[in-house]
């Protein structure tokens, strides 16, 4: 059974940075990729960032170029390192990965509980 568990948010000025991270279990980063997501109050759930099983990263257009994606593989835990961050950064934020990995399903569709970052101005 896949477990996530976010941490890292907080409060923070325009202009600052915050690094979230989330533990992984039950899941292995050689067979799928895994991703960032976030939810602003009021918005639908957008996609933030994914890095695939073969480290390749990619980036939404909203966070290229200050966000980035990491994994640790020894410590099983993923990253995000939120850099110049705005205002318009605030929302939950959720790392996601495969449910049926197992099964060769690499469809991001199990997060965590979320993380909340508040940008402030």
């Not at 202009?15 to 980063?29: E, N, Q, T």
């Not at 257009?61 to 020894?74: L, T």
């Amino acid at each position: 059974q896949v477990q996530l568990v976010e941490s890292g948010g907080g409060s923070v000025q325009a202009g600052g940075s915050l690094k979230l991270s989330c533990a992984v279990s039950g899941y292995r980063f050689a067979t799928c990729g895994m991703g960032w997501y976030r939810q602003a109050p009021g918005k639908e759930r957008e996609w933030v960032s994914r890095i695939s099983r073969d480290g390749i990263t990619t980036y939404s257009d909203s966070v290229k170029g200050r966000f980035i994606i990491a994994r640790d593989s020894a410590k099983v835990t993923l990253y995000l390192q939120m850099d110049s961050l705005r205002t318009e950064d605030t929302a939950v934020y959720y790392c996601a990965a495969a449910e049926r990995w197992q099964f060769g399903d690499c469809t991001l569709n199990l997060m965590g509980q979320g993380t909340l970052v508040t940008v402030s101005s």
